[in-house]
C-alpha cells in the first residue's frame, strides 16, 4: 500500500453568473462567466476541457442598415491663374453617418484639386519708340570743341513689336573756325566779401575767388591765390596783455593733380594746393596774414596729335 498519498480531486468551478446585457439593440452578443475554485490534484478530472466564458447572440430590434453617403461635389472653386497653367479646389461633405451596422465612411477624398487655366492671349504688338533728339550741349571749347545730344526709349516694345534700334547718343564738332592771332588770357572771378573774425582778440578773417574763365588760343595762364586771410580785432580790448602768442599756418598740402579744361585731355591746365591756419594768435601775438589756397600752371603731356577717337563699346545690357 501507498503511504501518505494526497486524494484525488476533480476540478472545481463556481456557477455561471448571470448573462450580461446586449451590447447592441441589433445583432449584439452577451456573454456570462465562471471562474476556477478548485484545479485537478492527481488523477482528478482536469479544468483544461472546462469553458470559463460563454457569448451568445442578441438584439432582435433591427432597423435597416444605413450606409455612410456623401454630399455631391461643390462647384469648383476660381482658378489661382487668368491664363497659363492653373489650380482649382472642389470639396464635399459626409451627408449621411453610417447606422445599424452599415458600411462605414472609408477614407475617401474630400477635398479635390484640378488643373485649370487655358493658353494666355498674345498682347497686343506694340513697336518700341525713341524719344525726339534733345537739344545739343554748350560747346566743349572756344575753339574747336564737341558738344551732344541724347534721347532714350520712350515705349518698349511688346507682343511681336519691332524693337528700338539707333543711337541714344550723338556727338559733333563745334567752333571749328579758330582765330590765331587772338589769345585769350585766364581770369578770376572778383574776391568774395571777407568773413566774420574768427576770435574777439588777433583773429583772421577769409575770402576766396575762382577760375572765371580759363585761358584760350595761348593767352596767359592764372596765377595767385584762390583763398587768402587777413587779420581782425587786432590789440582789441578783448585781448589779454599779459600772453603773446604768435598765429600760426600749418604747412603746405601737396599740389593736387592737373585739372585740364572740360573736354580736354591733355595739354596746359591748373592745379591747387592748401594751407590751414594752425592755431589762432593769443593775446598781443601777430594774426596770420597769407594765403590759404595757392593755384599754379601745370601740364599734362600730349602723346601725340590726331582726330578725336572712341574708346571700345561697354558689353550690352540684360534683354
Keep these: 500500500p501507498l503511504c501518505n498519498r494526497a486524494p484525488d480531486l476533480d476540478c472545481r468551478v463556481t456557477d455561471w453568473t448571470d448573462w450580461s446585457a446586449c451590447s447592441k439593440k441589433c445583432k449584439g452578443s452577451r456573454e456570462r462567466v465562471r471562474t476556477i475554485t478548485q484545479h485537478s490534484v492527481g488523477n482528478g478530472e482536469s479544468c483544461n476541457t472546462t469553458d470559463t466564458r460563454e457569448t451568445k447572440n442578441c438584439g432582435d430590434d433591427c432597423a435597416d442598415a444605413v450606409p455612410c453617403q456623401y454630399s455631391d461635389w461643390k462647384e469648383w472653386g476660381t482658378c489661382s491663374v487668368s491664363c497659363g497653367d492653373g489650380e482649382r479646389v472642389r470639396s464635399r461633405d459626409v451627408a449621411q453617418p453610417a447606422k445599424n451596422g452599415g458600411t462605414p465612411c472609408a477614407n475617401a477624398t474630400t477635398r479635390e484639386v484640378g488643373l485649370c487655366g487655358g493658353p494666355c492671349p498674345k498682347p497686343e504688338a506694340v513697336n518700341c519708340t525713341l524719344t525726339k533728339w534733345g537739344p545739343w550741349s554748350s560747346c566743349s571749347a572756344v575753339c574747336d570743341g564737341w558738344m551732344s545730344r541724347s534721347r532714350s526709349v520712350d ?19 563745334c567752333n571749328t573756325d579758330c582765330p590765331n592771332d587772338h589769345p585769350v588770357p585766364c581770369e578770376f572771378s572778383s574776391w568774395s566779401r571777407w568773413s566774420e573774425c574768427t576770435c574777439e582778440c588777433n583773429g583772421h578773417q577769409s575770402r576766396s575767388r575762382s577760375v572765371k574763365n580759363y585761358r584760350e588760343y595761348g593767352g596767359k595762364l592764372c596765377s595767385g591765390g584762390l583763398e587768402e586771410v ?21 604747412q603746405w598740402e601737396q599740389w593736387s593733380e592737373c585739372k585740364l579744361a572740360d573736354g580736354e585731355s591733355c ?18 601775438g601777430l594774426p596770420c596774414r597769407g594765403e590759404l589756397t595757392q593755384t599754379r600752371a601745370c601740364e599734362v603731356r600730349c602723346s601725340q596729335e590726331g582726330d578725336c577717337k572712341w574708346g571700345g563699346w561697354s558689353n550690352w545690357t540684360k534683354c
Excluded: H, I, M, Y
Excluded at 515705349?155 to 564738332?173: I, M, V, W, Y
Excluded at 582789441?236 to 600749418?250: G, L, Q, R, T
Excluded at 595739354?267 to 598781443?284: I, L
Design 155 to 173: 515705349t518698349p516694345a511688346k507682343g511681336d513689336g519691332l524693337p528700338c534700334n539707333g543711337e541714344l547718343q550723338a556727338f559733333q564738332r
Design 230 to 250: 587777413r587779420p581782425c580785432n587786432q590789440n582789441s580790448a578783448s585781448c589779454p596783455k599779459n600772453v603773446a602768442v604768435d598765429c600760426e599756418f600749418a
Design 267 to 284: 595739354g596746359v591746365g591748373r592745379q591747387n594746393r592748401d594751407r590751414r591756419v594752425a592755431s589762432e594768435a593769443q593775446g598781443t
